[in-house]
């Protein structure tokens, strides 16, 4: 009974946080896919399997039990390595047990403990520039250490080689090569203490596989050195055990799992965040979540909007004539306000009192910022209220366009996660709607952008909406009716949006999501 | 510095009175050109310039309208000045009456990627303040082309018809930029394929350019240009 009011608690969780379904994990190795579906393994025997990378059930089959594995895919086959006495590494040609290929073989001993270090906590590193792989390991007593291993077994290149120190006094460490330069991940801070777990992700980097691995400030990784990669933020508590994955086209992700989330009791869980790069070092990203949003293009700098009359917020402003006076741009005729004008005030201009706050709680303005036109309307300026504008916005479906943020009701969009309807590594999919209405960014037949009067929860009204490594988002539909091609949101000319393969190279499909 | 001030202060004069009163200078030109950038067409077609820019236009006088907003551009466009507004293919030097006042058809070849409004209207001594400038071409294509995008800009809003389907409108005080509207996907037919604007300046500089986009977002140069007169 307990289990299953537990099991109903976590479900009802998962809809609001990071992934969904059974993602109790501790210590998780790499997330890797076979045949379509992700795998991940964990301390003490077994894993999870997910079809989507957003929700995630038990049945993944690892022997050997020990702790904290990792999995990598080379050629035809999928090594895995786990702590025992020892850590051991052994192959598989495929994670599904259904298949009559399963069957892990080769279980070797490939690292041992001594004084100096703790053999545990297996990661490797398939060198993309030599084919080399590479095996750290390590735990919290001594060195992190790096041995060579045989790509298509698995097993040490020279069994009776001396490995290589590269750290020391931390965990779970985990390494990647990015832009000439291999990277060293390793978890800093004591585990399994709940919300009392000080884990977090810690990064140097070298030129050369074997390091030194030196932080942002030039401090080698083993002398105790590690930039900040991600550590305890909000109610995850205790990041650690970080496996890159990367899904190509610019869309990097790391798993981790945290020592407790708030949010699930305190349970330890897995999770699965965008990788962002910056200056050179890595940082973690923020997965999507739900609030209110203005959506900018990187490639024109115009925000998407439904394409009907805008009203400036607080209404327009009356335009006054004036002979002698200055106009706007081109405003010409009309479009002036008498020069010189000043207010009654004597240069305060009439908004508050000077320096302090009027009635309606907005700050008073001193003049030499302007005055006249300038002077605005006094008191805060509330919100647009959707209700109000939208009134004169068509009842049926209307075109998207792009154009300059200002703050308007057909600029501001809810996204929203919808439940039971999939994800993909990291998040459930959204809906994408005009704030306060139900107004829904969709697909049209055409492929083509179109806002539906109400969203239904079809596939072509549900978006993939993923951080990309420089921070940038990618938005992208379900699905695209008659079709089945990946698109995503695409800025075509400075006003316009539809949809478009995603190009990485390219600002077309990369948006600024931000709070309006 | 004071001179320099004084310069920069004639020289704003200048533009506001230009400005304000909305009215180009008195015109200069012959009548087979239109300012440093316009010239009456010299051969039967013409083929888009090297980044597909579509630059042989007939364009009517302007019309006096207000409001630069995209209800007030909408209305604008959709009020019937003069027969067959959406259907007519002008000849060079044809008339047509809006309200009392007789207006003309000026076809012209750009020598830029844009059509300089401004420059006809400075050589024809019309004004340019709160107007609305109509304008029909016609792309003729050697064969019939599939997922095709009008892109278009404009100073300042536009509307834009192809073969009589609306597919673009920008709104708003805006200059000219490159792609600024893009159209939906279209497909373009086998032969003539008639593409009019409404071009409405609030005041200021006024221009507009457009060309057609192929499905990989490049410019389509396997067409012709060419106007009503033409062949004829």
Redesign the interface.
């Known amino acids: 009974m307990k289990f299953v009011l537990l099991t109903a608690i976590l479900t009802l969780a998962s809809s609001a946080y990071a992934l969904d379904g059974q993602i109790g994990i501790h210590d998780p190795s790499t997330v890797i896919q076979c045949d379509g579906k992700f795998y991940v393994f964990g301390t003490g025997g077994g894993g999870l399997i997910s079809d989507d990378g957003w929700t995630w059930r038990g049945g993944a089959v690892r022997p050997g039990g020990g702790v904290a594995p990792d999995v990598i895919h080379i050629g035809d086959r999928y090594i895995v390595a786990y702590a025992g006495t020892g850590v051991h590494t052994m192959w598989t040609k495929t994670l599904d047990t259904n298949s009559p290929d399963f069957g892990f073989k080769d279980d070797t001993v490939v690292a041992t403990s001594d004084l100096d270090c703790n053999a545990i906590d297996p990661a490797f590193l398939l060198d993309p520039g030599d084919g080399k792989l590479w095996m750290s390991y390590g735990s919290y007593i001594g060195f992190i250490r790096l041995v060579q291993l045989d790509p298509k077994t698995g097993k040490r290149v020279d069994p009776n080689g001396t490995p290589y120190n590269i750290a020391v006094n931390c965990e779970a460490s985990a390494m990647m090569f990015h832009d000439g330069w291999y990277y060293l991940l390793a978890t800093h801070g004591s585990c399994c203490r709940g919300s009392d777990s000080g884990y977090n992700i810690r990064v140097g980097r070298a030129t050369a596989v074997t390091g030194p691995f030196l932080d942002n400030m030039g401090v080698d990784m083993i002398e105790g050195g590690g930039k900040l990669f991600v550590g305890s933020n909000g109610r995850d508590i205790g990041p650690g055990h970080f496996g890159l994955l990367d899904l190509g086209d610019g869309v990097q992700k790391f798993s981790c799992h945290y020592e407790a989330d708030l949010d699930r009791g305190g349970a330890s869980v897995l999770d699965l965040r965008p990788v962002l790069w910056k200056d050179g070092w890595p940082e973690a990203g923020e997965n999507m979540k739900g609030g209110t949003y203005e959506i900018q293009s990187v490639r024109t700098g115009t925000s998407l909007e439904l394409?009907?009359?805008?009203v400036p917020v607080g209404g327009r402003r009356p335009l006054r004539g004036g002979g002698g006076g200055?106009?706007g741009?081109?405003?010409?005729?009309g479009a002036g306000v008498a020069a010189g004008e000043t207010n009654a005030a004597g240069g305060q201009i009439a908004v508050g009192e000077p320096g302090g706050t009027n009635a309606a709680g907005g700050r008073g303005v001193r003049r030499g910022g302007g005055g006249g036109m300038f002077a605005g309307q006094g008191g805060v300026i509330p919100p647009q209220d959707v209700a109000q504008v939208s009134t004169n916005w068509p009842a049926g479906n209307v075109d998207l366009r792009l154009?300059n943020y200002l703050c308007q009701a057909q600029q501001k969009w809810a996204i929203t996660a919808v439940t039971n309807s999939g994800g993909y590594p990291g998040s459930p999919y959204f809906k994408i709607t005009i704030a306060g209405t139900d107004r829904a960014l969709a697909v049209s037949e055409?492929?083509?952008l179109v806002a539906l009067p109400a969203f239904s929860g079809g596939p072509e009204q549900l978006w993939r909406i993923e951080q990309l490594t420089d921070g940038t988002w990618r938005i992208m539909p379900k699905s695209v009716p008659n079709s089945k091609d990946a698109l995503a949101l695409s800025a075509?000319?400075?006003?316009?949006a539809?949809l478009?393969k995603f190009d990485p190279t390219s600002d077309m499909q990369r948006w600024l999501i931000r709070a309006p | 510095m004071n001179t320099l001030r004084a310069i920069l202060l004639q020289a704003s004069s200048v533009l506001a009175a230009t400005v304000l009163f909305g009215i180009a200078a008195p015109p200069g030109a012959s009548a087979q050109s239109y300012g440093s950038t316009l010239t009456q067409p010299a051969s039967p077609t013409k083929a888009p310039g090297p980044d597909g820019f579509l630059q042989r236009w007939i364009i009517l006088d302007p019309i006096h309208v207000n409001g630069v907003t995209q209800n007030a551009v909408q209305a604008a466009v959709k009020t019937n000045y003069f027969p067959g507004q959406f259907t007519v293919i002008p000849r060079d030097g044809d008339k047509v009456t809006v309200g009392d006042v007789e207006l003309i058809w000026h076809a012209v070849d750009t020598k830029n990627y844009n059509v300089n409004l401004y420059h006809l209207v400075h050589a024809l001594n019309k004004p340019f303040t709160n107007v609305l400038f109509w304008a029909v071409t016609i792309v003729n294509c050697p064969e019939e082309m599939r997922d095709v995008r009008l892109a278009i800009g404009s100073n300042d809003a536009s509307v834009w018809w192809v073969n009589g389907q609306e597919v673009i409108g920008i709104y708003g005080d805006r200059q000219t930029v490159i792609d600024d509207g893009v159209s939906k996907k279209l497909t373009l037919n086998k032969g003539p394929n008639v593409i009019r604007c409404a071009v409405h300046n609030q005041g200021g500089a006024t221009d507009f350019c457009a060309r057609f986009l192929d499905a990989q977002n490049k410019p389509v140069k396997n067409l012709s240009l060419s106007l009503g007169d033409i062949g004829k």
């Open positions: 394409a009907v009359e805008g200055f106009g741009r081109r405003g010409g005729p154009a055409d492929a083509e075509i000319g400075s006003s316009f539809t478009g």
